[in-house]
């Protein structure tokens, strides 16, 4: 199975400044397609989880241009600008080329 | 809008059964993959199965495999998880989700295996 590695697990971030999380795979994501299926989840507090990206860096509709999603191959990074009080939450990244399909551990984001 | 509601969660015995129902609307189901989610308490995220827009092509993360079958009625927008031999690691809320993206949610349905 591809193991999803997630870091940092805990990241406080002060509202306004930028946010970084990393996500790392176990094997390539590049599909025989050529399309890399790497998304992009947030999860607010007692909500169901939303999709952010699909595909590496294509944003979904009604996400913020503060996020943004890019990476190649086993190496990809979610990053918001200037963190808003609303991003609090836990956010996974989950890879859809190989089965089965498996998330990262999440990283819960949360203002100092 | 795209709606999926899940249905059919409860407290069930170990080595118990349950069947899960997701009722979808707002789309063309027929022309989507579908996918099961569980999330146990406190944890992550863990995808369960999926299945292809006619029924045909499944697909079962291992923990799951040989207990679980999913399918789907395309006549009624539905979409099934039957769950048996159920195990107390089964415990969790249980998220239809649409297509091979994941790009839709429902608000889960809470499963509990317990004695």
């Known amino acids: 199975d591809v193991v999803m590695t997630q870091s940092p697990l805990s990241l406080p971030v002060t509202l306004g400044q930028p946010a970084s999380i990393s996500c790392r795979s176990s094997?390539?994501?590049?599909?025989?397609?050529?399309?890399?299926?790497l998304n992009w989840f947030q999860q607010r507090p007692g909500q169901s989880p939303r999709r952010l990206f699909y595909?590496?860096?294509i944003r979904d509709s009604g996400v913020p241009d503060r996020f943004s999603g890019s990476g190649s191959g086993t190496d990809f990074t979610l990053k918001i600008s200037r963190v808003e009080a609303e991003d609090v939450g836990v956010y996974y990244c989950?890879?859809?080329?190989?089965?089965?399909?498996?998330f990262g551990q999440g990283t819960k984001v949360e203002i100092k | 809008e795209v709606q999926l509601l899940e249905s059919g969660g409860g407290l069930a015995q170990p080595g118990g059964s349950l069947r899960l129902s997701c009722a979808a609307s707002?789309?063309?189901?027929?022309?989507?993959?579908m996918n099961w989610v569980r999330q146990g308490p406190g944890k992550g995220l863990e995808w369960v199965s999926s299945?292809?827009?006619?029924?045909?092509?499944?697909n079962y993360a291992d923990s799951v495999m040989g207990r679980f079958t999913i399918s789907r009625d395309n006549s009624r927008n539905t979409l099934y998880l039957q769950m048996s031999n159920l195990r107390a690691e089964d415990t969790a809320l249980y998220y239809c989700?649409?297509?091979?993206?994941?790009?839709?949610w429902g608000p889960g349905t809470l499963v509990t295996v317990s004695s």
């Open positions: 989700t649409r297509n091979a993206g994941l790009d839709s």
């Open positions: 707002g789309f063309t189901f027929t022309s989507q993959d």
């Open positions: 299945v292809d827009g006619t029924g045909a092509g499944t």
């Open positions: 094997q390539s994501l590049v599909s025989s397609d050529g399309n890399t299926y």
């Open positions: 595909k590496v860096s």
């Open positions: 989950m890879q859809g080329t190989h089965w089965p399909r498996t």
